[in-house]
């Protein structure tokens, strides 16, 4: 890593490595920064309450809440801090921020002018290699990041180009040395009794089941499915193990793990569903599921369905006990606010 | 109470569309001569920064009231959201002190289309009054009143054709100038032959699918919602029907990257037809050479419509060497041709056009592979290769 200002032209996804260190997904520059937060001073959760988060980031940055997104939220493990990644602007041009917020509702623009920081730029799709620089200019190829996540050495990487219909799984070394390339992940949909090679990857989290590394995947049309993390090497073909079907009527948005009681659960936020909290503990034994599951219903573990919890856009785990949401009120407007884990 | 106008450097005036400003009692001579301006440098449409100044009391740097410089200038956004009690963040930014003046400029450009409140404020101490109206004056920047004319349309939908298959995959929709994103999903329907708006059709993504200059939208139907086989889908039918018509709409509020609406609403209706589930077989493709000493088109008819950013991206000409042909390409008859016109004469002699096999056709078909892998098929482990010549003559 070295000192300076990250040549940052959008913000996505975010997450936190160890020590503070944050990776933010910029989709712009086909790139993943990391940078050095220097927010490692350990602390306690503070509850967390901020009405119209939206409107008062759009406040600070000189503009209204109509004129910026809430691209997504991450705490710092160290420091419980939550950070969230921010576009001022919504066209082409759109300023991408990263706020922090402190205490209860204290919010800080951070400031990347002179920081520690790295970054992995993604490789191009293999076939622009074909022709010189003049030809991948024109290029309107773009690869959307649609999650990320810090495990073990590696930041984990899920894409979708805008003109292929190919998702990718990648796994980036950390520090930062070259870039692998995609990883071609084959699941199986339940549901539709057929493999599917194509869906993208929506939202992920890395899970251990036993002593090994998994990642929980969530795919278009929710079936949740298990990858071992040895397997995502360049252009592997993983058979990934499909361990729920939620039914075809779903946009999974955002997944946590958590332990509570001796018990691992799986947190879901999606579209339609709301919350889903769903019991981790026996995916090691579960059984893949294989047959056509009947009449859109589910499959799989068992979940319960948070019905308290309408309306959560983002969410992430704050503490032991508590998870912080994103939700969107009645009137429109975005709340942070912080929840004991159900 | 006095009423006063705020007013900017002399040189800039003649540019400056109308404001109005708004004074509240002062009672204290400190603040008696202050004045606040917003300076808008020519041809910008919003300010740069704003100056309080004539402050009285800054000239005694030692003073505790001028050691307190950095903050009795701030700018506020102005909006409904908070007409309640609570006070909004102030816009973030830096001040600076020149002699009697405060500039506060903003870490982020003021933006044309906001309301703009900057207060000058006195610390209690140095006032006579606990009032807060009367140790405080304030400026209000508001955007130019008159409405711009929408200026952004659709140029194009693809594919283009009338007759699309039931398993089709993806939209593009391009603009003529760069959009605005965040909620795209709202602004696009999708409505059946009964003037029934379909279900969540599309992918719907956070990170939505624009190239660079968000001047293209990509726009992925759910493949959760491509009919399988002859059995319905549960739950929530397919987004497209074979036999029936659909039309595609997109609203006219949908506002460019500059805030101002479409001109005008689009519309595509089409019919949709049996599903395609063939892999694309370049082999199958006919080629027109052209001649030497010319830049005709090289045209390639695939026989079936493509992909229209792929069929441009995933071609490309070589000459027998091994050189690589620059030059431009072009989609026509409803993107089952490419045309392609090289950038210097064609010379005599083989030339290979190179295809990745990752090409699509409509529905998301590729090169000797189909969108959809049966599992009761019998699935070899696949090698891939990247590409497939198809190999022509100029003579």
Redesign the interface.
């Known amino acids: 890593m070295t000192k300076g200002k990250p040549a940052l032209r959008s913000a ?2 975010i997450s936190f490595g160890p020590e503070g260190i944050l990776f933010i997904a910029d ?2 520059s086909a790139s993943i920064h990391a940078i050095a937060t220097g927010d490692t001073e350990a602390s306690k959760a503070s509850p967390v309450k901020l009405e ?1 988060i939206n ?2 980031i ?8 109509d ?1 910026i ?1 809430i ?2 939220i991450a705490v710092n493990p160290i420091s419980k801090h939550t950070y969230l990644s921010v ?2 602007g ?4 759109a ?1 991408p ?1 990263i706020v922090r917020v402190e205490d209860k509702d204290k ?1 800080i ?1 951070l400031d990347f002018n002179h920081v520690e920081n790295s970054t992995a730029i993604l490789p191009d799709a ?2 622009d290699k ?3 620089q ?2 991948r200019s024109s ?4 690869e ?3 999650d990320i996540a810090f495990l073990d050495d590696r930041v984990l990487i899920a894409g ?1 180009s ?5 998702s990718t799984l990648r796994g980036i070394p950390f520090p930062f040395k070259s870039v692998e390339k995609g990883t071609r992940v084959e699941i ?1 949909h339940g549901a ?9 990857v ?1 939202t992920f989290v890395p899970i251990n089941i036993g002593t090994e590394p998994h990642l929980l995947a969530a795919y ?2 929710t079936p949740l499915v298990q990858i071992p993390l040895k397997s995502i090497e360049p252009d592997a ?1 993983i058979i990934g193990k499909t361990i729920a079907e939620l ?3 779903n ?1 999974p ?1 955002d997944m946590i793990v958590y332990n509570k009681e001796d018990n691992v659960f799986l947190l879901m936020a999606n ?1 339609s569903r709301g919350i889903m909290k769903i019991n981790a503990q026996s995916i090691e034994s579960f059984d893949k599921i294989e047959k056509r599951v ?4 589910s499959a799989g573990l068992p979940y319960e369905t948070i019905n308290s919890w309408k309306g959560v856009v983002q969410l992430d785990q704050l503490d032991d006990q508590h998870a912080i949401l994103l939700v969107r009120a009645d009137n429109g ?1 975005l709340d942070l606010v912080s929840r004991p884990l159900p | 109470m006095r009423g006063r106008r705020c007013f900017f450097d002399d040189m800039n005036a003649k540019h400056y569309k109308p404001f109005v400003t708004l004074l509240t009692a002062f009672c204290t001579h400190t603040l008696s001569a202050v004045e606040i301006q917003w300076i808008q440098p020519e041809g910008a449409s919003a300010p740069a920064r704003v100056i309080a100044s004539e402050i009285d009391g800054l000239s005694h740097p030692g003073s505790t009231f001028a050691k307190g410089w950095k903050s009795y200038l701030k700018v506020y956004v102005v909006t409904d959201a908070f007409l309640s009690n609570e006070k909004p963040p102030p816009v973030l930014g830096s001040c600076e002190l020149s002699g009697a003046a405060i500039t506060f400029t903003p870490r982020f450009p003021f933006s044309n289309r906001v309301t703009y409140r900057a207060e000058f404020q006195l610390p209690e101490s140095h006032t006579e009054s606990d009032n807060l109206y009367e140790r405080k004056i304030h400026s209000t920047w508001i955007p130019g009143q008159e409405k711009k004319a929408p200026n952004t349309e659709i140029t194009q939908v693809y594919p283009t054709a009338d007759y699309l298959p039931e398993n089709l995959l993806k939209f593009y929709l391009t603009f003529s100038n760069p959009m605005s994103g965040g909620y795209v999903y709202d602004h696009i329907h999708l409505y059946n032959e009964l003037d029934q708006e379909v279900e969540l059709p599309f992918l719907e993504l956070e990170e939505e699918l624009w190239d660079d200059a968000m001047m293209r939208l990509t726009l992925f139907i759910d493949p959760g919602r491509i009919k399988r086989g002859v059995k319905p889908l549960e739950e929530i039918g397919p987004s497209l029907v074979n036999g029936e018509r659909f039309r595609l709409v997109i609203d006219e509020d949908w506002k460019d990257a500059s805030g101002i609406a479409l001109k005008r609403a689009m519309e595509k209706s089409f019919h949709v037809i049996q599903p395609d589930r063939q892999a694309i077989d370049p082999i199958k493709w006919k080629i027109i050479a052209p001649k030497p000493d010319t830049c005709d088109a090289l045209v390639i008819k695939f026989g079936e419509s493509l992909d229209f950013a792929l069929a441009q991206r995933l071609i490309e000409i070589f000459s027998s060497e091994g050189d690589w042909i620059n030059g431009s390409k072009r989609l026509e008859s409803n993107e089952t041709e490419l045309h392609f016109k090289p950038d210097s004469h064609w010379k005599k002699g083989d030339y290979t056009a190179r295809v990745q096999m990752i090409l699509e056709d409509l529905a998301g078909n590729n090169i000797g592979k189909s969108f959809e892998v049966d599992v009761f098929d019998d699935v070899q482990r696949r090698v891939y290769s990247k590409s497939t010549d198809r190999n022509f003559s100029v003579r």
């Open positions: 996505g996804s989709a712009k119209a409107t008062k759009a406040g600070m940055l000189g503009t209204t809440a004129e997104l691209k997504d576009s001022r919504r066209g082409p041009s300023i921020v919010l623009v293999p076939e074909l022709v010189g003049g030809r290029n309107k190829r773009l959307s990041i649609t979708l805008n003109e292929e219909f190919a199986y539709h009794g057929r493999f599917e090679t194509k869906s993208p929506r278009t049309c073909q039914g075809n009527r946009r948005l579209s009947e009449g859109g219903q407007s």
